[in-house]
């Protein structure tokens, strides 16, 4: 009896922290039945969401446990004050983020994550979401944090007060416990590394078995792994770049050479339409979360009419995948041809943030004008630092909307409407003369909590602010952007580029939903050929060689996507990185690989039912390298705007 008492307050704290775990599991679970049930093992996820709790708590619960140990009697009382207000804030803070959590899971198909970390350091934006978009979950959860708080202030010293034991009596119950909480926190006796959320994969739906863990482990583990995004061998398995080279040359239309020992050229000429180094203008237009779903002429919701009617003058991609699920994710693809890998976009990565090669550094070389241009502010996602970094000359966003004093006809949480900026992105092209331009348009409109101007389309919801409503008011400002460029003398001379970054919510019951990454693209200008559609399967990686086909300006780069128009040879592939899940497509096989877990391979039909497949080695291995070359090609810095 005395020992019960003796550790109380971690009893407590260990039972509570159960609890609320458990009641939002079953909350979430409640809400997501039909999907959950979907899994023919979904009993599973109650167990392994109890051993996952089970190592959170313990975790938190070995240093209280170490000081009531040590404590002598004098100070034993302040020592229990103080772990009282510990458990007591711990316990506050499993309860806030599981709050927070239906409406990330609701957002993004999984638990917290690193997201959840990166959105922290942007305020501004993250609480103006907040406010508009998620007031009735802001409400309930200060309501019931308020509830909770008070109550825990009342009981703290019934729930987590204790009395000091001699130290003999310390002594003889330490190894136990201490044996019971490191078992506990590692929850195996056998395996050299503690488990990890990777045991948790015990279906083919990622966002059920996200609902196995709890949200502060699953935070905590994406700050721990931190350290380990950059380690592509440790987290998915080991590959000499020599071999990895090998398996990627057998995707490209080039060679790299070899230098000298693990160390390669991966520079290469473009492959050009036509070879007359006129220098057309090229705009890019990045869409934010325009999916395929949403777009009428891929068989999607009818909200793109502008779009839809624009594709009769270019040449649409129709089978189009990007390769992640953030707009930083998007920027590195389109705008540097860079291949996705578990570690942060590129954009925000130390060693990119100067003679890191992109588009822009092409242009700029070429005597070209080079400009993003954005409605909000273009320090978010460190994209300003990137950009000016890398070649290009002129950034223009909220702030210069702000200091020009023209009426402009939206502001919202994300900045100024989508028609604002194609409006300023118009003027400042006009403003160049006959001097060639390289620009880069990022939309805002298509963002939580959909905001945009009154009365410019006809609503496909009745509630205003909605994705549907959002999208089709984007693809308002796609038309209007177009109308004002044909009635300017630079447009007979410039090559549009309409794209996305990804879809606006990438979710669905597989390790990797390829459905949600199918997106649109269109290329309209000089040279591309009118109401034609590329029907292969392609990467967003391929989209920037692509460009520079069209361009026809000879030059060198070291891009690992295609031109394609030019490669009818080689196999379709491409590349998807869901959260820690990498996707590698070749026609119509899979492979995902998944840290510290075996690959695993299915048949895709349809782009929705993925069929489990007997894994091909051959294939998990030709994934695998692409990733070993990503990580070499940047730590080396060989993917730079000249050769090293």
């Known amino acids: 009896m005395k020992l019960i008492t003796f550790l109380k307050p971690i009893l407590v704290f260990i039972c509570l922290g159960l609890i609320i775990l458990n009641l939002s599991r079953f909350f979430l679970f409640i809400t997501h039945l039909e999907r959950v049930t979907d899994v023919e093992s979904y009993g599973q996820l109650f167990l392994i969401g109890l051993r996952f709790d089970i190592i959170l708590l313990s975790y938190l619960s070995i240093v209280p446990f170490l000081l009531l140990m040590i404590t002598s009697k004098k100070w034993f009382q302040g020592v229990v004050k103080l772990l009282?207000?510990?458990?007591?804030?711990?316990?506050?803070?499993?309860?806030?983020?599981?709050?927070?959590?239906?409406?990330?899971?609701?957002?993004?198909?999984?638990?917290?994550?690193r997201i959840f970390l990166d959105y922290l350091i942007y305020p501004k934006e993250v609480m103006g979401t907040l406010v508009n978009g998620y007031r009735t979950s802001i409400?309930?959860?200060?309501?019931?944090?308020?509830?909770?708080?008070?109550?825990?202030?009342?009981?703290?010293k019934k729930l987590f007060y204790t009395t000091a034991q001699n130290y003999k009596e310390?002594?003889?119950?330490?190894?136990?416990?201490?044996?019971?909480?490191?078992?506990?926190?590692?929850?195996?006796?056998?395996?050299?590394?503690?488990?990890?959320?990777?045991?948790?994969?015990?279906?083919?739906?990622?966002?059920?078995?996200?609902?196995?863990?709890?949200?502060?482990?699953?935070?905590?583990?994406?700050?721990?792994?931190?350290?380990?995004?950059?380690?592509?061998?440790?987290?998915?398995?080991k590959m000499?770049?020599?071999?990895?080279?090998?398996?990627?040359?057998?995707?490209?239309?080039?060679?790299?050479?070899?230098?000298?020992?693990?160390?390669?050229?991966?520079?290469h000429p473009t492959s050009v339409i036509s070879d007359n180094n006129q220098k057309y203008n090229v705009v890019i237009f990045l869409q934010e979360s325009l999916g395929a779903e949403y777009v009428g002429a891929l068989g999607g919701l009818p909200l793109t009419p502008e779009l839809d009617k624009l594709t009769h003058e270019g040449l649409l991609f129709t089978n189009l995948y990007c390769t992640g699920t953030r707009s930083v994710r998007g920027i590195e693809a389109v705008v540097s041809g860079f291949m996705p890998t578990p570690s942060e976009s590129v954009v925000k990565l130390s060693n990119a943030q100067n003679d890191f090669f992109t588009l822009a550094s092409i242009f700029k070389r070429e005597g070209f004008d080079t400009s993003f241009i954005y409605g909000g502010m273009a320090n978010f996602d460190n994209m300003a630092s990137f950009f000016s970094g890398n070649?290009?000359?002129?950034?223009?966003?909220?702030?210069?909307?702000?200091?020009?004093?023209?009426?402009?006809?939206?502001k919202g949480t994300w900045g100024y409407s989508d028609e604002d900026l194609v409006t300023k992105a118009n003027d400042y092209f006009k403003t160049l003369g006959d001097k060639p331009f390289f620009s880069l348009l990022f939309s805002t409109s298509n963002h939580d909590p959909f905001e945009f101007p009154d009365n410019r389309i006809e609503l496909y919801d009745k509630k205003k602010n909605t994705v549907n409503n959002a999208i089709k008011y984007a693809d308002f400002s796609i038309g209007k952007f177009l109308a004002l460029a044909k009635k300017e003398a630079y447009f007979k001379n410039t090559i549009f580029v309409i794209i996305s970054d990804h879809n606006t919510r990438t979710y669905g019951n597989n390790l990797v939903p390829i459905k949600k990454f199918r997106i649109p693209a269109l290329l309209i200008g000089p040279n591309i050929p009118k109401g034609q559609r590329y029907k292969e399967?392609?990467?967003?990686?391929?989209?920037?060689?692509?460009?520079?086909?069209?361009?026809?300006?000879?030059?060198e780069t070291p891009m690992l996507g295609r031109n394609l128009t030019?490669?009818?040879?080689?196999?379709?592939?491409?590349?998807?990185?869901?959260?820690?899940?990498?996707?590698?497509?070749?026609?119509?096989?899979?492979?995902?690989l998944m840290p510290k877990a075996e690959p695993k391979q299915f048949k895709v039909e349809k782009d929705s039912l993925l069929l489990p497949n007997k894994l091909n080695k051959e294939l998990a291995n030709d994934?695998?390298?692409?990733?070993?070359?990503?990580?070499?090609?940047?730590?080396?810095k060989k993917y730079s705007t000249s050769k090293k």
């Open 84 to 113: 009282s207000y510990y458990f007591l804030v711990f316990l506050l803070l499993l309860l806030f983020i599981e709050l927070a959590t239906p409406d990330f899971v609701k957002q993004y198909d999984t638990r917290p994550n």
């Open 139 to 156: 409400i309930i959860t200060f309501i019931t944090l308020g509830i909770a708080i008070f109550l825990g202030l009342k009981f703290r």
């Open 170 to 237: 310390r002594l003889i119950v330490f190894p136990v416990i201490a044996f019971l909480l490191v078992f506990g926190a590692r929850s195996s006796l056998t395996s050299k590394r503690p488990i990890n959320a990777s045991n948790a994969v015990f279906s083919t739906d990622q966002m059920v078995n996200s609902l196995a863990l709890n949200s502060l482990y699953t935070i905590g583990f994406a700050a721990y792994s931190i350290k380990d995004e950059e380690n592509i061998i440790k987290m998915y398995g």
């Open 240 to 267: 000499s770049i020599d071999e990895a080279v090998s398996r990627v040359q057998k995707y490209t239309d080039f060679n790299p050479k070899k230098i000298k020992s693990n160390d390669y050229d991966f520079f």
């Open 391 to 410: 070649g290009f000359e002129n950034i223009i966003d909220e702030t210069d909307f702000d200091a020009d004093g023209k009426k402009y006809a939206f």
């Open 537 to 555: 399967q392609a990467s967003q990686i391929d989209i920037p060689t692509t460009i520079l086909g069209y361009c026809g300006m000879k030059n």
């Open 566 to 592: 030019q490669d009818k040879v080689l196999k379709p592939r491409s590349l998807m990185q869901f959260h820690d899940n990498f996707g590698f497509r070749v026609e119509n096989d899979l492979v995902i």
């Open 623 to 636: 994934a695998l390298a692409h990733l070993i070359i990503a990580d070499f090609l940047y730590k080396s």
